[in-house]
């Protein structure tokens, strides 16, 4: 039967209340409207977070992008203005030539409208995006300032000569040098501007009418004649003084251990109209461009005043008698005289007063008077004639002594001979001595002397090999103001540094030292042979060696035979790591010489004094200038480029 289960009573205080289901829910109503709304708040937060971040990065990028971009508006515009600089400067240069072809006045005339032609191109904003630059990013620039003055007058660099060793001929090229300082704003978008500055130097080059001229081959800071195509590169190095070859010149890239560069300061000429560039697989190309290449055979020479193509050529001396016969008569200039004739080498004798005979085969003779006639103004014996004739081979040391003696310390075999010339010595008059160890000696009134122009100046002639040196590495060889030409009948060696006891210009500025009173610079040397080489032999430790002086190894006979003979040039008995020299190497020929960098540092008051020269040096005619555009030469040196926007 069906049961029934009780459910107990419930014992309700009377003040509770029993909440239910229904009652909880009702009293949570709202919450996920709040967490939403929470969220919602974080979200909307985030998010204005992110746009404020977006929106500084945009402004940040926005700014850098106008301040780079106004950076390099300045930029092109300093280059644009520089440039214009040199163009107005170029030609305001007179079509016709004068010398000089600008009066100071008229260059500092050429400077202040070269500032204006600026100040009234770019004085005002200027577009970037003209032309083929259209779309490219928006930039403009304008010059706030150019300043361009003229460093002083026109200084002279060639000589219009007629006469070989004229005094005083007209100057046939000028060098002008400017001073310019350039500021510019830049602009690209907005408001952005940055200002840039720059200040340089302009040189102009400017050569005078084409005219044949008569000049010393010490015009030259490099010259070969016969430059045979694709015998081999040209040693790297610093070369200053003008520089020419009657074929072609051959330069190559670094490759070690030839890695200097090539510099070249002064204009570089040569006959042909393609130059040789070398490759690292001693290969090579022709190309009438001024470098070749690219990465490591990149051949790119720094040519700072042109290379000039097409040239006319430069003649070859004659051969002649003159060094030898300046020896006899201080003049050389007889084309008729031989060493047999009446006033040949028999007019000769030595310190034992015994004349040179054709039979003669080694000794040391001058020109000496014995007789009042002979002597003129000074006493007897006396020194007459321009120098020394060396019979035979001989070893030449040169050694200044005091303020104004030249000794020559001639070695010939066992014999030793000192001579001693002291223009100063015997009461201004001079004197010349003579002293052979364990021999003879012998004091001759006066000293040598080149009559042509009057001056002391001695001419050591070497029938035979000559080596010479000076009295030991770093130490001067040739005293102030000695004139001095060593010519040899065969090879000129170098075992050891011949060097100017003062030297005329700095290295490696190469700019002219000053001349003071006592001592006018006068001071110069000449190694000349017209059937030898000029051979480099050093003997120290760091394999380096300097010769001071104008070296030639020139001769018709040497580039008629295609330099077949093997003479006429420059060699190395061993390696040389580096040669330097200061004055200039002119050359027949060009030979492979184990030699890693030569650097000539020009003489360059063989072009800045009318006529000075080594004396009795070879001379030669040349063709210079024209008063066409391109001889006005330009160069254009940063010294100094700022950022001064900040400023």
């Not at 044949?212 to 015009?219: G, L, P, R, V």
């Not at 000496?368 to 007459?384: L, W, Y």
């Not at 580039?559 to 077949?564: I, L, P």
Request: charged share 10%.
């Amino acid at each position: 039967m069906p049961t029934y289960r009780n459910t107990p009573k419930l014992n309700l205080h009377p003040g509770s209340c029993h909440r239910g289901p229904a009652a909880a829910m009702a009293s949570e109503r709202g919450v996920a409207l709040i967490i939403t709304l929470m969220m919602l708040s974080m979200l909307m937060a985030l998010s204005v977070g992110m746009v404020i971040a977006m929106s500084s990065q945009t402004l940040i990028g926005g700014y850098y992008r106008n301040f780079r971009g106004s950076f390099y508006a300045a930029d092109s515009g300093l280059n644009i203005a520089v440039h214009q600089i040199e163009n107005q400067l170029v030609a305001g240069v007179p079509a016709t030539f004068a010398s000089p072809p600008l009066s100071t006045a008229q260059a500092t005339t050429l400077a202040g409208n070269a500032v204006s032609a600026v100040a009234s191109s770019y004085g005002s904003s200027t577009s970037l995006n003209a032309g083929s630059a259209g779309q490219s990013w928006k930039g403009s620039f304008k010059i706030a300032s150019s300043t361009v003055s003229l460093v002083g007058p026109g200084v002279p660099t060639k000589y219009n000569t007629t006469v070989c060793n004229a005094a005083g001929p007209p100057a046939n090229g000028y060098a002008y040098q400017y001073n310019y300082t350039v500021t510019a704003v830049g602009t690209a978008q907005g408001t952005e501007q940055q200002s840039v500055t720059e200040t340089g130097v302009i040189n102009l080059a400017i050569d005078g009418q084409a005219t044949t001229n008569c000049i010393s081959f010490a015009y030259f800071g490099a010259f070969i004649d016969y430059y045979k195509g694709g015998i081999g590169p040209l040693v790297p190095g610093t070369m200053t003084g003008p520089m020419f070859t009657n074929t072609a010149w051959e330069f190559m890239p670094p490759i070690a251990p030839w890695t200097a560069p090539y510099i070249f300061t002064d204009p570089v000429g040569q006959v042909q109209s393609q130059v040789y560039y070398w490759n690292t697989s001693w290969g090579y190309n022709l190309s009438s461009a001024t470098s070749y290449g690219s990465g490591a055979n990149l051949v790119a020479p720094k040519f700072e005043q042109g290379l000039l193509l097409n040239q006319p050529p430069v003649p070859l001396p004659t051969n002649s008698f003159n060094q030898e016969e300046a020896v006899v008569d201080g003049a050389g200039n007889n084309s008729s005289w031989t060493t047999s004739g009446a006033t040949g080498l028999q007019t000769l004798t030595n310190v034992a007063s015994a004349s040179w005979t054709n039979a003669t085969t080694k000794g040391i003779f001058m020109n000496q008077g014995t007789t009042a006639t002979a002597c003129g103004s000074k006493t007897p014996p006396c020194m007459n004639g321009g120098g020394f004739y060396i019979e035979g081979g001989a070893d030449v040391q040169m050694i200044p002594s005091g303020a104004s003696a030249q000794q020559y310390v001639i070695t010939q075999g066992a014999t030793k001979t000192t001579i001693t010339v002291d223009p100063s010595a015997n009461g201004g008059v001079g004197s010349t001595v003579i002293a052979q160890q364990g021999g003879p000696s012998e004091t001759l009134s006066g000293v040598p002397m080149n009559t042509l122009s009057n001056s002391p100046a001695a001419m050591v002639y070497v029938d035979g090999t000559v080596t010479i040196h000076g009295p030991g590495e770093g130490q001067g060889a040739v005293q102030d103001n000695a004139m001095i030409n060593i010519t040899a009948n065969g090879d000129i060696i170098a075992t050891g540094d011949v060097l100017y006891k003062t030297e005329p210009v700095t290295v490696p500025q190469d700019t002219l030292v000053a001349a003071t009173s006592s001592n006018p610079m006068n001071q110069v040397l000449g190694l000349y042979t017209a059937v030898g080489n000029f051979i480099t032999q050093d003997t120290q430790a760091d394999q380096n060696i300097q010769v001071d002086g104008s070296i030639a190894t020139i001769s018709q006979a040497d580039s008629a035979n295609s330099c077949a003979g093997g003479k006429g040039g420059q060699l190395s008995n061993g390696h040389i790591n580096t040669f330097n020299n200061v004055g200039g190497m002119i050359q027949s020929c060009i030979y492979a010489a184990d030699v890693n960098t030569e650097n000539t540092w020009f003489d360059r008051r063989f072009t800045a004094r009318p006529g000075f020269a080594p004396p009795w040096f070879p001379s030669t005619t040349l063709t210079q200038g024209g008063p066409l555009a391109v001889n006005v030469t330009p160069s254009i040196q940063r010294l100094q480029w700022l950022n001064t926007s900040a400023q």
